[in-house]
């Protein structure tokens, strides 16, 4: 109103004014916003870094201690006290003395027994000294290392616990603790942080901790200075600790305002710039403003005129070709125009309503929509061609029908867009839309307009979406074949399982089962049929497992049965019976039969209370087992034959490389004869010199090859090393049989006869008579009959053959009637009791004549004493070996023993 | 033979019915280191135990037919559990005594708590001096087994009789080394041979990787021989380490007797024999009165079927468990009751009595509870078989 009463130049002041004014304050407000905005996210990233590396230092501090705790706990005298009730406090004290301050925390070392009571080092905190030790107790069972928090009357305090384990049980029976106040624990953390600078905008240090368990909760704060005013960004990060009831996180916070007082100052210098170009542009539009509006004064003057005068006939006068000619221009045109302007006024108005109508046709009648509009009686008065088609019927049909005729639930037809209803279509059928209504006026009067969109095809796609979002789902965590969970879905449940078995005191079987049989499905009518076996497998596997019970497929013929809610391992065991019966069904597969049956290794919890993982390895370690012991059978997990097997396995491996390293040596035991006192010969008797275990003798290793290849490997590095000896023997003119054991299985070899000639063209100056193989009677004879022929060609070719351990093995005197041997070895466990016990005496006598009737050598093992030696030589044996003579000796020892 | 075995029938059938008969059983405990890795001694003084209760109960038990059954706890050689194990086998009705296992350290650990309770504590095997030497009156430890005070100048004796002059001392950090530190000390007093040319304490409990280092050591000091307190565990160890060195470098070991307590021999593997290895011993079936033997022997072969007296192991245990069991049932009958201070008081009394170990006349008084002497303890060692084998002295 005002700016209406000033003149032109005056306004043209103002607003240029006013223009720089917006432009320059507008500008510097953005800019200030933009800035400020970006420097608060530099300011919380900054702070987030900080507080990462805060929470850090925190940690590698705990990792510190934890570790120097177990250290600690492995120091030879921690385990000798914890078992040394009487007398330890003479050396505990100035054990833990040495360990006030690990990483610079101060520590309180205490030792506790397997009841988790103190036995040496600092008592516990009076107030919760029960409670503590019943919760030590149960760390120490579980051999777990453990960090708990508690306030005592010192404050509040962390405790890390180490299980002591006793090594001569294997069994923890105790711990050391280590005890250590929160404060000083975030002291330490405060003295790292201010040694490092990039702290700069933190003002306080949080360290919040929580133990729900022992009733634990504070929080240290730590502020760097005092400033006024909250301090408004903070944050914070939880501690990653394990084995802990305690929630332990760490914070930071910073002042924005300090961080943004030099923006404020930037804004302010913005603002006197502003103002400055403002006075400027004032000033300078005031004289510029009266040039550029010179011309249009004079118009307004000679306009004035002819008002004045009535007279219209006059035209302005025209200069150059700007805005104000333009203008003057325009206000001729104007004159000119002016009467003519008012006659076609009418008509105008006419077209342009008649267009808006064909425009509203067009949409309606090409709209996909179908679109219906009723007037206030509910009569229809517009129909397009997408209602007939979605209704089903004629327009003419349609215009007779009402609202409720087309539409399913009359109720929801409310004000508004894209309402779901149902639309009646052909034949009744019920049609998803969605649906608008809007009201709009037609002739003054309200009229209500419908828009109807099929939406059939959208909820199918939509369902199919979900479909095969299902589908994804379910083959992640079940096998495609047979629709069985999968080793991830088991491993799940599993882990649930045994947490429902822990808490409600349950049982738990984890079956590991593989078919047998299998392989020869697969290669006889390939992997369809495979294919068969396993979903039929499945199918009678599912008759027989409860709804409780879980049935997983790991691949290939590999089942887990995980069994729970049994009430005694015998009602478990009866699930597995029915299991392997149903199994053992055959199966049909193109017109072949097939017998497949399962082997089952079983492990029940809690009996086996391990993690997950071990049960399932303990399960499958046990249906290896049962599937050696014959298959189709299921088989118990048992850890000490775990461990047998385990140390078997072991000793083979320490085997290889005792071969491959040349830890084996040989020792000679000489052969007397007892008429004559010669040295006739000498046994080579293998020992392992064992790494760890130090000299090891053959029946500390033996046992442990029986069956496997390494003894075939075991002869022949002996046969290989004795020749070698004996070679040397003969080139120092000694005249020595010697003998050297030899398994049943080496010498059932085929190519016995071939490798023992190979190693005896090494030493073409050996006389063969001077070998002496001896057979080790322990082991089996398959075929005698060939045996019988290897004996016959070694001693053609001159090599002599014993019987060792006569008597104590396999049918003795079979080998001795078919096999062709030179000598015979009567077994020391024999000659032992010959001078107190008759039917030994008889033996021995009985087998002293059996030799002497077919023409034997017999020697005499273990002779210990001259009595032994005396009896058997009346006896009628002349050869003996034993203690009484020399025990066994180094190839240097023997000789100089000779 | 057919008769034996007759009479052994009708004697079971007999005990049957006296069982029958309604008479409460008198109870013996026993608190052992069964759970320890290849311990025998606990088994063996089990094996002792139940052979003299059954050859008591054939005969009509004590107290007029009560017949005498042994109770039997597992502590691991772990003091803490020794102390619990000995607390529940008190509250159990009737129960007469608790028999006492192999280590020193957890006999020892017991010693208040027992005072305190009042249960008797029969030894048959812990050999530190405190067993019996402390200072409660009136003493509940009865022992019928080494004391150390006896076992270390034997020890050394030995070295000396073998011509063996300079000696090292290699003893566990315990309650049963300090006790044989203690000993040989009060032995030097008197004595100048063999020489201490160096004296080490090995820790036990953890994994000991040190008698390897500590061998050396007392190779360095000039020893000639080293006297060895330990177990069986420490002893495989140390023997296999010795057997694995050059012959010049093994030196005797003169052994206290834990290392019979266990699976020795087989976890030695071979190596004793390779070494010269002699341990202190108090008792062997060997030397045992022969109708004595036989009598046990018949017994041992009608409820475990073991025939030879070399298959039992650890055979201290036995013996001096075999006794403890005659002369509690001597001191039951004679106080008339179970009540344990009734009891005591007559272990104290005695009469004479030939046991299988020796001939006790009598075992205790009032002021000694050291059945053995020093008269009882020999030098033995294993023979090929792994049997201990006494010794004999020189003529």
């Known amino acids: 109103m005002i700016l209406s009463n000033l003149n032109i130049l005056h306004r043209f002041v103002i607003f240029v004014g006013l223009l720089t004014l917006i432009i320059t304050v507008g500008v510097s407000i953005l800019g200030y916003r933009a800035t400020l905005e970006q420097m608060e996210t530099q300011l919380e990233l900054q702070l987030k870094q900080d507080v990462e590396s805060f929470s850090l230092n925190f940690k590698s501090l705990l990792v510190n201690l934890e570790s120097s705790l177990a250290d600690f706990a492995l120091n030879g005298l921690v385990a000798n006290a914890l078992v040394d009730d009487i007398g330890r406090e003479t050396y505990t004290d100035e054990l833990f003395a040495g360990l006030k301050r690990v990483s610079g925390v101060n520590i309180q070392v205490s030792l506790v027994n397997y009841r988790g009571e103190v036995i040496a080092g600092k008592a516990l905190p009076s107030n919760l000294a029960d409670r503590l030790t019943h919760i030590i107790k149960i760390a120490i069972k579980k051999n777990s290392y453990t960090l708990w928090g508690i306030s005592s009357a010192n404050g509040n305090e962390f405790i890390l616990q180490a299980p002591i384990v006793f090594a001569n049980t294997g069994l923890p029976e105790g711990a050391l603790i280590y005890r250590f106040l929160a404060e000083d624990l975030f002291n330490v953390i405060l003295d790292q942080a201010a040694g490092e600078n990039y702290f700069g905008f933190v003002r306080s240090f949080f360290f919040y901790f929580e133990d729900k368990s022992l009733g634990l909760k504070g929080q240290l704060i730590k502020s760097k200075d005092e400033v006024a005013g909250e301090p408004d960004i903070e944050t914070s990060v939880i501690l990653p600790v394990t084995n802990t009831h305690l929630n332990l996180s760490v914070g930071l916070n910073a002042d924005r305002a300090q961080f943004s007082n030099g923006y404020k100052k930037l804004l302010q210098s913005k603002i006197i710039f502003g103002i400055s170009i403002f006075i400027l542009s004032l000033l300078s539009a005031f004289p510029l403003g009266s040039l550029l509006l010179r011309r249009l004064t004079s118009m307004q003057l000679q306009a004035s005129k002819m008002i004045e005068s009535k007279q219209f006939s006059e035209r302005f006068e025209i200069q150059g070709k700007d805005e104000i000619s333009l203008l003057a221009v325009a206000f001729n045109n104007v004159l000119n125009r002016l009467e003519y302007a008012f006659n076609e006024m009418g008509l105008a108005n006419k077209r342009l309503l008649s267009e808006q109508a064909a425009k509203y046709q067009a949409v309606i009648s090409q709209s996909t929509n179908a679109m219906l509009l009723w007037d206030p009686n509910n009569e229809l008065v517009e129909v397009n061609k997408a209602a007939e088609k979605l209704i089903g019927k004629s327009i003419t049909e349609i215009k007779r029908m009402k609202p409720s005729d087309i539409i399913a639930n009359p109720t929801h037809v409310i004000e508004g867009i894209n309402n779901k209803n149902l639309v009646k279509g052909h034949l009744n059928q019920l049609i998803d839309v969605e649906f608008s209504k809007t009201t709009i006026l037609s002739g003054d009067k309200p009229h209500s307009l419908w828009i109807i969109s099929d939406i059939r095809e959208q909820i199918a796609a939509q369902k199919l979406r979900e479909e095969q979002h299902s589908y994804f789902e379910r083959i992640a965590h079940s096998d495609p074949l047979t629709g069985l969970p999968n080793r991830r879905m088991l491993n799940d449940q599993l882990i649930k399982s045994i947490a429902k078995a822990e808490r409600d005191n349950g049982r738990l079987a984890v079956c590991y089962m593989d078919l047998d049989g299998f392989k020869e499905v697969n290669d006889s009518v390939g992997h369809e049929g495979g294919d068969h076996v396993l979903i039929e497998v499945t199918k009678r596997l599912s008759e027989i497992v409860r709804p409780s019970d879980m049935v997983a497929r790991l691949g290939g013929d590999e089942f887990v049965l995980l069994l729970t809610e049994f009430q005694s391992d015998t009602q478990c065991l009866a699930i597995l019976e029915r299991v392997l019966d149903s199994l053992r069904d055959p199966h049909h597969i193109q017109d072949k039969i097939f017998n497949v049956s399962a082997s089952i290794g079983v492990t029940l919890y809690p009996n086996d209370d391990d993690e997950p993982e071990t049960l399932l390895r303990h399960a499958d370690q046990a249906m290896y087992l049962a599937k050696q012991e014959g298959r189709n059978q299921y088989h118990l997990f048992n850890k000490e034959k775990d461990f047998e097997e385990q140390n078997r396995q072991q000793v083979l491996e320490e085997f290889k490389v005792a071969l491959e390293h040349n830890q084996l040596i040989l020792e000679y035991q000489p052969k007397v004869d007892m008429g004559t006192g010669d040295v006739v010969g000498a046994e080579a008797l293998i020992r392992w010199r064992h790494p760890d275990r130090g000299l090891l003798m053959p029946g500390d290793f033996l046992p442990y090859l029986e069956g496997n290849s390494q003894t075939e490997s075991l002869d022949w590095y002996v046969i290989s090393k004795a020749l070698k000896q004996l070679n040397q023997w003969v080139s120092n003119d000694l005249k020595l049989d010697l003998s050297v054991n030899i398994s049943a299985s080496t010498i059932q070899s085929l190519s016995f006869i071939e490798t023992l000639l190979a190693e005896l063209t090494k030493y073409p100056h050996l006389p063969k008579n001077r070998l002496v193989l001896e057979i080790i009677e322990s082991e089996a004879i398959v075929d005698l009959r060939q045996v019988a022929a290897v004996v016959r060609h070694l001693r053609k070719i001159g090599i002599q053959v014993s019987l060792d351990d006569f008597g104590t093995g396999y049918s003795s005197l079979s080998y001795f009637r078919q096999l062709p041997v030179n000598e015979l070895k009567i077994d020391a466990s024999f000659i032992r009791d010959i001078l107190q016990d008759s039917s030994d005496l008889d033996l021995v006598r009985g087998i002293i004549g059996l030799a002497q009737t077919f023409g034997k050598r017999i020697v005499a093992e273990g002779v210990e004493t001259i009595e032994h030696g005396t009896l058997l030589l009346r006896l009628g044996c002349q050869i003996a070996q034993g203690y009484v003579i020399a025990r066994s000796m180094g190839s240097g020892e023997f000789e100089t023993w000779l | ?395």
């Open chain 2, 1 to 395: 033979m057919k008769l034996n075995s007759f009479i052994t029938v009708i004697l079971f059938l007999f005990s049957a019915v006296v069982c029958a008969d309604a008479s409460k059983p008198v109870y013996i405990g026993f608190d052992g280191e069964y759970g320890l890795k290849n311990s025998t001694s606990a088994q063996s003084i089990e094996k002792g135990l139940q052979i003299a209760i059954d050859e008591i109960n054939e005969k009509g038990g004590v107290l007029n037919g009560r017949p005498l059954k042994l109770v039997t706890r597992d502590n691991r050689s772990v003091p803490a559990r020794a102390i619990d194990n000995v607390k529940e086998l008190a509250e159990i009705e009737d129960l007469v005594a608790v028999v006492g296992e192999r280590f020193s350290p957890v006999i020892l650990s017991l010693i208040p708590m027992i005072h305190e309770q009042k249960i008797i504590l029969m030894d048959a095997w812990g050999s530190a001096d405190g067993i019996t030497d402390h200072s409660y009156k009136p003493s509940f430890t009865f022992r019928v087994s080494l004391k150390d005070q006896h076992a270390m100048p034997t020890l050394l004796k030995h070295a000396t009789a073998k011509n063996l002059e300079k000696v090292a001392l290699l003893l566990p950090h315990s309650g049963w080394g300090r006790s044989n530190e203690a000993a040989a000390k009060r032995f030097w007093k008197d004595n100048k041979s063999p020489q201490l040319t160096k004296l080490i304490w090995y820790k036990w409990g953890g994994k000991n990787q040190d008698l390897a280092r500590h061998y050396e050591d007392i190779l360095t000091s000039g020893a000639q021989a080293i006297i060895f307190v330990a177990n069986d565990i420490e002893g495989s160890l140390l023997v296999k380490y010795v057997a694995s060195l050059p012959i010049e470098r093994r030196i005797p070991i003169i052994s206290h007797w834990g290392v019979t307590g266990g699976a020795f021999v087989e976890s030695s593997a071979g190596a004793l024999a390779q070494i010269d290895f002699s341990v202190i011993q108090t008792f062997s079936l060997l030397n045992a009165p022969a109708n004595k033997v036989a009598e046990v022997m018949a017994l041992m072969k009608f409820r475990y079927g073991i025939t030879n007296p070399n298959e039992i192991n650890s055979p201290v245990g036995f013996g001096h468990a075999y006794d403890i069991v005659h002369l509690l049932a001597l001191a039951i009958n004679q106080a008339g009751t179970t009540d344990r201070e009734t009891v005591r008081n007559a272990l104290e009394n005695l009469p004479d009595h030939q046991g299988l170990v020796r001939n006790y006349q009598p075992a205790f008084s009032a002021t000694s509870h050291d059945a053995l002497t020093l008269d009882d303890v020999f030098m033995a060692t294993y023979d090929e078989q792994g049997v201990i084998r006494p010794i004999l002295p020189r003529p």
